[in-house]
């Protein structure tokens, strides 16, 4: 198994204790040229590892991203999952340390990437998740779209796998303060709503996590999935109490069930599930946005300065910049964004936050299988699809004479059935729609 230490092998003189520390440096430094002459001369220095932790050579390539190392030592067919002392794989530390490249290589010469350690039987998914490196996340879920997991466990289980404590990757990135980890998972069909507990016992939620870890960006993102405010741990407390107790005030006041709840993504919708990403990043904004408002005047009754409500991550750039945006025409439901959403197959245009109220103010049936969707507020057809509306030129828009079309600066042409869809449109008409419902959709994400 290449598991024993080199000072417990007899047959080794002082000679091979040199070429063994001369191996294991220029694998962590790199040098490529050193490790080559090195194996060479002792090919069986492959067979040696190193300190407390038994690490193999392949461990300190994968851990310290000396990816043409990497490559050399592959090559010459060691064992891909080869184990350290604590049953961790190369692919194990190379998430641990965000070596995306080295994830990847790693995966393609057959890395296993189910496999659980033996101190808190973590995958590197976990580990991915706890430290925070979304590229490396994201290379391992790609990968387990097109592995034997996919087919054995299934992607969804894999995506909500747990650890010996039964946190799952959501679980590790909403307690570590991960917000970029945490959307990838979500993205991907982590269960919002997964519990520690076991075999009936309750546990605890991401929600807590967040709620200790004190993040607010991870706490509101948990919010808009879904997450129950109510829900209590293996202690019997909400996510409001864990908060208090850790002195997360911010956090806190997002999270009183006594507040309004904040708008939640639409999942359940087929076209919102069937969006392309350009399009959901124009939604999901539109969302933080909505929320960001609600959340301003929570903070104000509860006498805390609005400032910190400030997100701990900048705010992702638009997806039109200012130039594409003066092209483009304005809403005329609300008459202050631009069109930024079209509806298929009719056509009409309007912003992604009356796009959004739209599609969150009906909530929808749990009884059935896939709720029936909003119809369109200018046409009254149904909604089939959502895409990204394309900017026209100027003189596009002063050529085309259809009157259905909504038009930049002819309030004029505000659509038939507009007027009564104009009171969600506004910012602060987010919080109206929270008000008059509970904010939470019926049919959880699965």
Not at 114 to 127: A, K, V
Not at 218 to 247: E, N, T, Y
Not at 296 to 320: C, G, Q, V, W
Not at 355 to 381: E, I, Q, S, V
Request: charged content about 20%.
């Amino acid at each position: 198994m290449g598991q024993n230490h080199s000072c417990t092998n007899h047959h080794h003189n002082s000679h091979d204790k040199t070429s063994v520390a001369a191996l294991f440096g220029a694998v962590s430094d790199g040098e490529l040229e050193i490790v080559e002459a090195l194996l060479k001369e002792h090919p069986s220095l492959l067979q040696h590892t190193n300190g407390r932790a038994r690490f193999s050579p392949l461990h300190v390539a994968a851990a310290n991203g000396t990816i043409q190392v990497l490559s050399m030592l592959l090559e010459r067919d060691v064992k891909v999952d080869v184990l350290n002392r604590y049953k961790q794989t190369p692919l194990m530390l190379a998430a641990m340390n965000g070596k995306t490249a080295c994830v990847e290589m790693l995966i393609q010469a057959g890395a296993n990437i189910l496999m659980f350690d033996s101190s808190r039987r973590r995958t590197c998914l976990h580990y991915a998740a706890y430290y925070g490196h979304v590229d490396c996340l994201k290379a391992i879920l790609s990968a387990a779209h097109s592995t034997p997991v996919a087919d054995s466990w299934g992607f969804t289980r894999f995506v909500n796998i747990r650890d010996g404590n039964g946190a799952t990757p959501l679980h590790l990135a909403a307690r570590q303060r991960r917000p970029e980890c945490l959307h990838a998972l979500l993205d991907n069909g982590a269960l919002v709503c997964a519990s520690t507990g076991g075999y009936g016992y309750p546990g605890s939620m991401p929600l807590h996590m967040a709620a200790r870890g004190g993040s607010v960006d991870c706490v509101r993102m948990l919010l808009a999935w879904g997450a129950d405010r109510l829900q209590l741990d293996s202690s019997g407390r909400i996510p409001f109490s864990v908060a208090l107790k850790h002195k997360h005030k911010v956090c806190a006041a997002l999270l009183d069930p006594s507040s309004a709840a904040p708008l939640v993504w639409p999942s359940p919708l087929k076209f919102i599930s069937e969006l392309n990403q350009e399009a959901k990043a124009l939604l999901e904004k539109a969302l933080l946005e909505a929320n960001k408002e609600r959340e301003k005047t929570l903070i104000k009754e509860a006498d805390r300065p609005p400032s910190t409500l400030h997100s701990e991550s900048k705010d992702d750039d638009d997806i039109a910049s200012d130039s594409e945006e003066s092209n483009m025409e304005l809403c005329c439901i609300c008459f202050d964004q631009a069109c930024t959403i079209e509806v298929r197959p009719c056509g009409h245009q309007m912003c992604a936050h009356c796009t959004l109220a739209l599609c969150c103010h009906k909530k929808p049936d749990p009884a059935t299988t896939c709720a029936a969707g909003p119809a369109c507020p200018f046409c009254r057809g149904p909604i089939l699809q959502l895409i990204v509306a394309k900017f026209k030129t100027s003189s596009e828009t002063e050529a085309e004479s259809s009157p259905t079309k909504p038009r930049r600066s002819r309030k004029s042409n505000f659509s038939e059935g507009s007027s009564s869809f104009k009171s969600l449109s506004a910012m602060g008409s987010f919080g109206k729609i929270a008000g008059r419902s509970s904010g939470k959709i019926e049919a959880e994400k699965q």
